[in-house]
Nanobody, 115 residues
Framework: QVQLVESGGGSVQPGGSLRLSCAAS????????MGWYRQAPGKQRELVAA???????NYTDSVKGRFTISRDNAKNTVYLQMNSLKPEDTAIYYC?????????WGQGTQVTVSS
């Protein structure tokens, strides 16, 4: 059974930082491209950042220079370090794992940026 379990969400003031974690089980983690998506109220889900099995990364323009995605294959975990958070970063953040036709999602974790 595949499970992706996110943690680390919460409420923070503008300019603050959070670190999201996603622990995976039931997959050969090192083979999967891992991604973080987010969905704000009334908006479509969007890709925030992704990291391939070879640790190549890509980011949506709005988070470049502020967010960093990383992975620890020994711990089957992907991270999203979020710095200089802005109110527009408020959303539910979802972990995603993709390998060819295999596509899995976590349950999401809420991030709220507000003064």
């Amino acid at each position: 059974q595949v499970q992706l379990v996110e943690s680390g969400g919460g409420s923070v003031q503008p300019g603050g930082s959070l670190r999201l974690s996603c622990a995976a089980s039931g997959i050969i983690f090192s083979m999967f491209t891992m991604g973080w998506y987010r969905q704000a109220p009334g908006k479509q889900r969007e890709l925030v950042a992704a990291i391939t099995s070879g640790s190549s990364t890509n980011y949506t323009d709005s988070v470049k220079g502020r967010f960093t995605i990383s992975r620890d294959n020994a711990k089957n975990t992907v991270y999203l370090q979020m710095n200089s958070l802005k109110p527009e970063d408020t959303a539910i953040y979802y972990c995603n794992a993709v390998f060819f036709f295999r596509d899995y999602w976590g349950q999401g974790t809420q991030v709220t940026v507000s003064s």
